[in-house]
């Protein structure tokens, strides 16, 4: 009688124990350990599933195009064009449906990267040109932070030069003409590589307020960010001077305005301003309102510009100045006959009012050392218990 066990299931160690009653289960058992024994896991085929094979399918016929890519194209799924061949695909569109890479997302929109030759523009005006960061990115039409980033990250490559290190430039050339860049004008018609005056939200602003103002009260945003900096109210003079919005944004650029500060020791904290005082470059509102009113006069807007950023320049210098003195007042320098080391010696106050009731105010040293934190601590509240208004 054949054995009920099948014969492709029948490993070589049972082989000996299995009892050969009949030639031709013998003989299948011998063919199948034969099999068995010739056959290796590693060398196993992969099953070939739908999905693999359509995907390979596509990849060489019409997604051939994209092997290589064409420098200075994008090289994006979406150049492909529903029933076109191949040949009619290799172009691809042109504007913002060149930006867009997933084809199952229509909108997302790849942003620009700077080109090399913006790179260095902006760290020459910076560097050797001694501009401002605010002026370069007004007139390259870049975030003063992508243009301070960019400055570290060219002296940090001149760095690497320096100490012989080898910079990955084949790769930075390859994304360079694979995706959409920001190329620099030689006509003086920048394009813009991103906003550069968005307001950024203000923590004290998230929290909903109700506050009520008689009708017979102007309430201009000076005073709402007073209510939401939880200020008291203006008197009636104050008030009126500070409706002067163009005076007070004036007075911001040409750094000779001052800003009142409330609340006591580790609270203190500067009174919320408009949004006019609030954007990167304020003074680009003083520009449009000479354009409105002096449309014809060009080079007196100019001029008008140029003083400004001149006075402001002059005011920043004077206020660092004042910092430096300031700090140096307080040190005590040292400097041993028998050392080549200078010690510096600062007295410090260490008291209630500079540490605070929690040991960490902001005035006092050490405040990030001799007080363990409570996170890890067991039994603490982590969730906030108030709302702080």
């Known amino acids: 009688m054949p054995p009920r066990i099948q014969s492709h299931r029948v490993s ?9 009653s009949s030639s031709t289960s013998s003989s299948t058992l011998s063919a199948s350990a034969s099999c068995l024994s010739r056959y290796d896991f590693s060398t196993t085929s992969v099953s070939q599933t739908r999905h693999r094979e359509t995907m390979f399918n596509w990849l ?9 890519h064409v420098p200075g194209e994008t090289n994006y799924v979406t150049r492909l064009q529903k029933g076109n061949d191949a040949s009619q695909s290799s172009s691809p569109d042109v504007g913002v449906e060149n930006k867009k890479p997933f084809p199952g997302n229509q909108d997302f929109v790849s942003e620009s990267i700077l080109s090399e030759e913006l790179r260095m523009e902006i760290y020459k005006r910076v560097v050797e040109q001694k501009k401002s960061i605010r002026v370069v990115s007004v007139e390259l039409r870049v975030d003063m932070r992508r243009v301070g980033a960019v400055i570290r990250l060219v002296e940090l490559e001149k760095r690497w030069k320096q100490l012989g290190k080898n910079l990955a430039l084949p790769y930075a050339r390859a994304i360079h003409e694979m995706v959409p860049t920001t190329p620099l004008a030689t006509d003086g018609n920048q394009p813009s590589h991103e906003s550069t005056n968005d307001l950024p939200i203000h923590r004290l602003t998230e929290p909903q307020i109700f506050y009520p103002v008689p009708e017979s009260r102007p309430f201009t945003r000076v005073d709402a960010g007073r209510v939401f900096s939880g200020a008291p109210a203006l008197v009636h003079k104050e008030a009126e001077k500070s409706r002067d919005h163009l005076a007070a944004v ?11 500060r409330i609340g006591k020791g580790a609270n203190e904290q500067q009174v919320l301003q408009p949004a006019d005082m609030r954007i990167p470059h304020p003074q680009l509102i003083l520009v449009e309102k000479d354009r409105m009113d002096h449309p014809n006069e060009y080079r007196e807007r100019v001029k008008r510009y140029n003083e400004r950023l001149a006075d402001q320049d002059a005011s920043e210098g004077k206020r660092r100045a004042v910092a430096v003195a300031r700090r140096e007042a307080t040190l005590k320098h040292v400097e041993p006959e028998t050392s080549r080391f200078q010690f510096r010696i600062q007295d410090v106050v260490v008291s209630r009012t500079t540490t605070g009731r929690d040991g ?23 969730i906030p218990t108030e709302v702080i208004v």
Do not use: H, I
């Open 250 to 260: 004036d007075d911001l650029v040409r750094r000779t305005r001052t800003f009142e």
């Open 60 to 68: 060489n016929n019409e997604g051939s195009v994209f092997k290589y």
């Open 360 to 382: 960490r105010g902001p005035n006092a040293p050490g405040r990030r050392y001799g007080v363990p934190s409570q996170e890890c601590k067991k039994g603490q509240v982590k």
């Open 12 to 20: 070589n160690s049972l082989l000996p124990f299995l009892s050969s």
